[in-house]
């Protein structure tokens, strides 16, 4: 494999990045980590973002296969947190130097509209805090007021590109309803002012290198503000989990949903798009709970997201089994120690630079 780091730049062919998504050399990989800490660096600086997540419902309305709160899990017990709830957690965020709080939910239409322009008219009076939601596919009528009401980001993962698959991941609700739903509503929401944030799930069963690639590319094209990439974590009680979904096994060509795949899809997103926030994700410190927060950081994040939702309800959003939601600011500032970096409590809206 003739792989050439003279081929790292943000314009590297989707054929470039299949080649080193295929990569096992580890020194050769060790390039690619140098390559994306040094394009985060020029780009975003040495500072880290904390935004704080807050799971205010874990009902839902849809079936995906691989989710482990979607809407046929029947043995989970379902909340849904009050005003109160919530605003105790944002005050928790601002405790952890979160210069960002995440509201984020099942696809919940008990989450009426009306409560959720409530909930962010209610932190932007009262906090500095931006506020990002990530509260699945709602009408553009819902999106539009959340905009208004001030919310400033907004997370929907397209989770693969390739259309296949995605289709029997994450089976639509109405007839009709078109595998790329997703990705429009990405322009929308950009259209409505919205700064956008995509991402996917790393070795998903029938996940190709190829379409990994294809995922990698489309987050330049469309021109991402904010990127999430984890490892696929087998979550029990998911048409996925036990097996009742099943996908043509793909061979060598399948990609593994481990540890060093998620590296790799880190890195690359960030050769490709160097001025994005990236965000080294929780379901990567799930599967390295010692140093997967700070790898990630180290090879291309920018961005950590501490679990902020009250203690009581964070083994009820169970989206796959042993999430890590136990980050403490201790934890995170020996972190920030070992890397030789700071925490940075502002916005961290992404400045669009020129490359
Ligand atoms: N493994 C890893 N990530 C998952 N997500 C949902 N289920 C799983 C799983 N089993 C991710 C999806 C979703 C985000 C909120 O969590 O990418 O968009």
């Known amino acids: 494999m003739d792989n050439n780091l003279a081929e790292l730049n943000c314009n590297i062919l989707p054929a470039t990045i299949e080649k080193w998504l295929r990569e096992t050399d580890l020194d050769k990989l060790q390039q690619l980590w140098r390559e994306a800490d040094r394009t985060r660096e020029k780009y975003i600086g040495r500072d880290i973002y904390l935004r704080g997540l807050i799971e205010i419902s874990n009902h839902c309305v849809r079936r995906c296969a691989y989710c482990g709160i979607n809407w046929e899990r029947s043995n989970l017990e379902r909340y849904r947190l009050n005003e109160g709830e919530i605003m105790e957690a944002v005050a928790r965020a601002i405790d952890m130097e979160c210069g960002t709080v995440v509201i984020q939910a099942g696809e919940d239409y008990g989450l009426a509209r009306e409560f959720i322009s409530y909930i962010i008219h209610r932190i932007k009076d009262s906090t500095s805090l931006a506020v990002a939601l990530s509260l699945g596919e709602r009408p553009m009528?819902?999106?539009?007021?959340?905009?208004?009401?001030?919310?400033?980001?907004?997370?929907?993962?397209?989770?693969?590109?390739?259309?296949?698959?995605y289709k029997v991941i994450h089976p639509s609700l109405k007839v009709g309803e078109s595998p790329r739903q997703r990705l429009q509503l990405l322009c929308d929401l950009r259209e409505m002012g919205y700064a956008i944030g995509s991402g996917i799930m790393v070795g998903l069963p029938g996940q190709s290198y190829a379409s990994v690639a294809q995922d990698i590319a489309l987050f330049r094209t469309l021109d991402l503000d904010m990127i999430g990439v984890g490892p696929y974590i087998r979550?029990?009680?998911?048409?996925?989990?036990?097996?009742?979904?099943?996908?043509?096994?793909?061979?060598?060509?399948?990609?593994?949903?481990?540890?060093?795949?998620?590296?790799?899809?880190?890195?690359?997103?960030?050769?490709?798009?160097?001025?994005?926030?990236?965000?080294?994700?929780?379901?990567?410190a799930t599967i390295n709970r010692v140093a997967g927060r700070r790898l990630g950081l180290q090879r291309g994040a920018n961005v950590f997201m501490p679990n902020v939702t009250p203690m009581e309800y964070r083994d009820s959003y169970e989206i796959y089994p042993r999430k890590k939601s136990d980050d403490t600011m201790d934890?995170?500032?020996s972190d920030m120690e070992l890397m030789g970096r700071r925490i940075n409590g502002g916005h961290g809206s992404r400045k669009k630079r020129s490359i």
């Open 331 to 333: 934890d995170i500032r």
């Open 141 to 165: 009528e819902d999106l539009l007021a959340w905009k208004q009401a001030g919310a400033d980001r907004y997370f929907l993962r397209f989770e693969t590109s390739d259309d296949g698959l």
């Open 235 to 284: 979550s029990m009680d998911t048409a996925l989990g036990t097996g009742s979904l099943v996908i043509k096994d793909l061979g060598a060509n399948q990609v593994d949903a481990d540890e060093l795949m998620t590296y790799k899809v880190i890195a690359l997103a960030r050769i490709v798009c160097p001025d994005a926030n990236i965000t080294s994700t929780t379901a990567l």
